[in-house]
């Protein structure tokens, strides 16, 4: 590794322990934080491949655009006072960074803007926050919109005043009750302070490759994890990010292999997709490979009380499969912000991959990751042990309880500012085993069964999920005679009569198994998706009402278009269809929509690589929520064709 990036210390220990020390000698505020992060300025910052090209800007070169940025917004947002809150709504980039800190250096508290809910929570998130304006390239909102094009042209004024003093997180979109947490200076201090555990303990966690150590900017930079785990981190001990273009799974895959990239951190769907379309592709190659692999996989299971033997063992027996995911340069991978399979866990970290679970919240940024070396542990799902200057603790009703200096300074809840509290109640359900702390479930999605005894949904879940069914939820409806637990299943819409029942036979073994038979007497099919547009993990609230209120569909057949009355460009669109969705071709209509037939994001996103590499058409970034049947996408196709005719 080459020492010069490293700050002139000669291993990466020293380096984050004399930088930190650094730190500690400063003001510890957002211009002290900011000149630390860019302060080894032959660093490679920033990469993206542009065609052929790949572009790098290194952290002098970004220090000096938010120099320039800043100076653009002081001028151009003069008559708003210094201090008022600015919204930042953009996708993820380079100019997302620079703008980030060019709105602190000119005396704004940036609110960071969530792109994936819907405009109703966004004006809440701008009325309680008292925004003064948004610098957006998408959308105009009620409040002074401000392009990066306006920034560019605009005239360099001069920044007096100082840094701004919040930065303004959004929760999750998945939440009813949108929450605003203002982080200052000095909780991201307490959050840099508890990363040096990771690198400290977790050898794997600090390994570069060719001498390089790169982020890919897969989580939105607005996420706490994405603001947090991804950038803060790794920008303060200056690392390298990588832009990823799109979200296609062919785009994600080329991005990894050609920039070398080490380090990807995720939710648990895009793992759980990645593992489900590797276990698809090598059952594609015959049983007999198939069978080889299990008999590997078992193998590694075997050898996981030896770590350094399974190691040695994982990286020989599945490199071919490691070359055709991700290939060679992956180091670390967190996953976070839900549950996440034991299969998909055991999947990864078998095949010679390294995937660890995290936990974190809005309200108290990311506190801990498990770092064991040991295989059965990282394989558990355990979320590890509290960071560094972090506490955990459970509570009588089984909670997960935290404290520590790093969580949000206060919330801003349904209009009201809460003050950060000394012991912090997440109201995840947490267990304690082995020196170790495990989340469960939400205390909020309990359902009181009709025996009396709680049912916790999440584990359940888990284990009901049988081949052929898209997903479960396990919820509770309120009756005239209590609350009826209720196992809602998400098949696809074209399932007959034979396929359902099978399925129903097998839920109803697993709900015994479970011993839950008795405590569910009702399961009901719909061809919905249960996790809708940008949710990342089930909205138990969000689906029980759209089941209370009708607005789930109950499967029905559908008889498709013949083949003869279609054109070749519809017949291509459903066969694309078809193959993502594992759907015979003469099974879907012309209004089968590919997000309720059971398609995620990434499945659509490689639809739309395919059609443009058929037709050399391109999409817009939000086709997805206007195109997503047959007959919109093959009209749309054939419009374009036409204009470019």
């Not at 020989?316 to 290939?327: A, D, M, Q, S, T």
């Not at 010679?352 to 809005?362: I, V």
């Not at 099978?502 to 569910?520: G, I, T």
């Amino acid at each position: 590794m080459n020492n010069r990036t490293l700050g002139g210390y000669k291993s990466i220990n020293s380096f984050v322990d004399g930088k930190l020390s650094a730190y500690e000698k400063t003001e510890k505020d957002f211009n002290a934080l900011f000149e630390m992060m860019f302060s080894e300025k032959e660093n490679v910052m920033y990469e993206k491949s542009e065609g052929y090209r790949v572009v790098k800007t290194t952290y002098g070169q970004a220090y000096e655009d938010v120099i320039r940025l800043s100076d653009k917004v002081s001028f151009l947002l003069s008559s708003v006072p210094r201090g008022s809150v600015i919204g930042l709504y953009m996708e993820n980039s380079l100019l997302w960074i620079e703008l980030f800190w060019a709105i602190l250096r000119a005396g704004y508290s940036p609110l960071l803007l969530n792109l994936r809910v819907d405009k109703e929570r966004i004006g809440y998130a701008l009325d309680v926050s008292g925004a003064a304006a948004v610098i957006s390239d998408k959308k105009e909102f009620s409040v002074r919109t401000v392009t990066p094009e306006e920034i560019e042209g605009a005239a360099a004024g001069k920044c007096v005043g100082g840094f701004g003093r919040s930065v303004f997180i959004m929760s999750s979109g998945t939440s009813e009750h949108i929450k605003l947490c203002s982080y200052t200076a000095n909780e991201f201090y307490f959050l840099i302070k508890g990363s040096l555990g990771i690198i400290k303990k977790c050898r794997i966690s600090k390994k570069h490759y060719k001498g390089e150590l790169k982020q890919l900017t897969f989580l939105p930079f607005y996420h706490i994890f994405g603001l947090v785990a991804m950038y803060i981190w790794f920008a303060f001990f200056s690392r390298t990010f990588v832009q990823l273009n799109d979200m296609a799974p062919d785009t994600i895959v080329n991005t990894v292999k050609r920039h070398n990239v080490t380090h990807i951190f995720a939710v648990p769907l895009f793992w759980e997709t990645v593992y489900k379309t590797a276990i698809k592709a090598i059952k594609a190659r015959g049983e007999k490979t198939y069978e080889k692999f299990e008999k590997g996989m078992r193998i590694a299971d075997r050898l996981s009380s030896c770590p350094p033997l399974y190691r040695a063992f994982t990286r020989l027996l599945f490199k071919e499969v490691r070359e055709n995911i991700f290939g060679p340069s992956i180091s670390f991978m967190i996953t976070g912000g839900s549950r996440i399979s034991y299969d998909a866990l055991r999947f990864f970290n078998n095949i010679g991959y390294r995937l660890a679970n995290g936990y974190g919240m809005s309200e108290i940024g990311i506190t801990s990751v498990e770092l064991s070396s040991d295989p059965r542990v990282i394989n558990s799902g355990s979320v590890g042990k509290p960071l560094d200057g972090i506490t955990y603790s459970i509570s009588d009703s089984g909670t997960l309880l935290v404290s520590g200096s790093c969580m949000a300074e206060y919330v801003i809840k349904d209009g009201q500012r809460q003050d950060r509290p000394d012991v912090f109640d997440t109201k995840d359900l947490a267990e304690y085993k082995n020196g170790r702390y495990y989340i469960t479930g939400r205390s909020d999605d309990l359902i009181a069964g009709p025996s009396g005894e709680n049912i916790n949904p999440g584990p359940a879940e888990e284990k009901l999920c049988i081949p052929g069914v898209r997903g479960v939820c396990l919820t509770g409806v309120s009756t005239e005679n209590g609350v009826s637990p209720v196992l809602i299943v998400s098949v696809s819409k074209y399932a007959d009569e034979e396929e359902l029942g099978s399925y129903e036979e097998k839920l109803k073994e697993k709900l015994a198994e479970l011993d839950l038979r008795s405590q569910v007497n009702k399961i009901v099919f719909v061809s919905d998706e249960l996790i809708k547009g940008d949710e990342f993990k089930l909205n138990r609230r969000r689906i029980l009402n759209d089941y209370v209120n009708g607005r789930l569909n109950v499967v029905e057949k559908e008889r498709a278009a013949s083949d003869e009355s279609l054109d070749q460009i519809t017949l291509f669109v459903r066969d694309c269809f078809a193959a993502a969705l594992e759907i015979p071709a003469e099974r879907i209509s012309l209004q089968s929509d590919f997000f309720t037939d059971g398609g995620s994001s990434l499945d659509y996103f490689a639809v739309m690589a395919q059609l443009q590499r058929q037709f050399g058409v391109s999409f817009p970034s939000n086709a997805g929520a206007e195109m997503s049947t047959v007959e919109s996408l093959s009209d749309y196709v054939k419009e374009r064709m036409k204009n470019a005719d």
